[in-house]
């Protein structure tokens, strides 16, 4: 099984197991994590964005415009970093990513 490893809001760090085919998302939610996603995957609300490790952020599939400027959009934003987890797809590639949840607006 491949692993994703989430760090919290509190900075608490965890491993957990990620399934090809879900979003980011999905998995980081139904692990427990407290990650709204309030319109449910659809690119619409920017309440799932993370932060992704600078040691993935190249390996990751690009995000698209509207990703881009719905993340834009929040106080801690972070160019190349910042990433909407309704809009990544676990692949076996990413084995190993390591992400960090977005501060509350």
């Given at each position: 099984?491949?692993?994703?490893?989430?760090?919290?809001?509190?900075?608490?760090?965890?491993?957990?197991e990620a399934?090809?085919?879900?979003?980011?998302?999905?998995?980081?939610?139904?692990?427990?994590?407290?990650?709204?996603?309030?319109?449910?995957?659809?690119?619409?609300?920017?309440?799932?964005?993370?932060?992704?490790?600078?040691?993935?952020?190249?390996?990751?599939?690009?995000?698209?415009?509207?990703?881009?400027?719905?993340?834009?959009?929040?106080?801690?934003?972070?160019p190349g970093?910042?990433?909407?987890?309704?809009?990544?797809?676990?692949?076996?590639?990413?084995?190993?990513?390591?992400?960090?949840?977005?501060?509350?607006?």
């Amino acid at each position: 099984m491949s692993t994703i490893t989430v760090t919290d809001r509190e900075g608490v760090t965890q491993e957990i197991e990620a399934s090809e085919g879900m979003s980011l998302m999905e998995i980081v939610r139904d692990a427990g994590f407290p990650i709204e996603a309030i319109c449910g995957g659809q690119c619409a609300c920017a309440t799932c964005h993370c932060l992704i490790d600078e040691t993935w952020t190249d390996k990751l599939p690009a995000a698209d415009s509207d990703e881009i400027e719905l993340a834009e959009t929040s106080d801690y934003f972070e160019p190349g970093r910042s990433r909407l987890t309704c809009q990544i797809n676990f692949e076996a590639s990413m084995d190993g990513l390591k992400l960090t949840i977005a501060p509350e607006e």
